[in-house]
């Protein structure tokens, strides 16, 4: 078997919060039409588009180079972590196509907007340090969790999570979160047993400014969305 194989997987399930997001247009396109032209760009040797539903797969039909693969339930429910997801589309291709993979790029299929020069700075990091397990890309948080409350249904009380905490928001320390622009690990680290909820172990970081990466979860994000990428496409049309 070949090594040295570096693949990028793109998750996609049908289920979610926002119905059929992957689906959803802008500018003419699926969401998740986004992601796998941003994976086709990258150097990798193939791109999978991995989903429980035949309609996101049958976007791969407008891609020769995307290899679609139907999740099985398991593989696709709220208890399914990014790991099971991984592993099954990693174990898939090496089975499929006689190679071994070595480095995953993981990026989601309901990111429509990612900066243009996130993977060369993920995959610097994940070059320089060779004991991370995993290269994430992360942006500020929108809300710090000690201005987070716990609503109480009987009475109708609003507890603060952080009881003694600084009240006002402008004195609490940044904080941040993961903004599934990117994943970058090695294939032998989904056969860790302390892999956590994604990839974990010693996670790098690469920082994305706020609103750099766009997800589309809701139907604010899909307006947001269609606002940003629409008149870009409108101006460029006017400039030729």
Known sequence: MRDQTTIAVVPARGNSSLRDKHLLEVKGKPVVAYSLEWCLNLPVDAVVLTSDSQDILNVA????????????PLFASDHSTLADV??????FFEASEEVMVDTVVGAQGCVIIRPSDLYHRARAVFDELAECTCVS??????THPNWTFDLQKKPEWATSRAPGHPVNRQQLE????RDGGIYLFKRRNLDSHDVWAHVG???????NPKGAVLDIDSEMDLLL???IIEPIHIFQNNQT
């Open 61 to 72: 039909r407008h891609y020769p180079d995307v290899i679609p693969l139907h999740r099985p």
């Open 86 to 91: 991984y592993r099954h589309a990693v174990d």
């Open 137 to 142: 890309s992360f942006c500020e948080a929108m």
């Open 174 to 177: 940044k904080v941040y979160q």
């Open 201 to 207: 172990g010693q996670e790098a970081w690469v920082l």
């Open 225 to 227: 969305a269609r606002a």
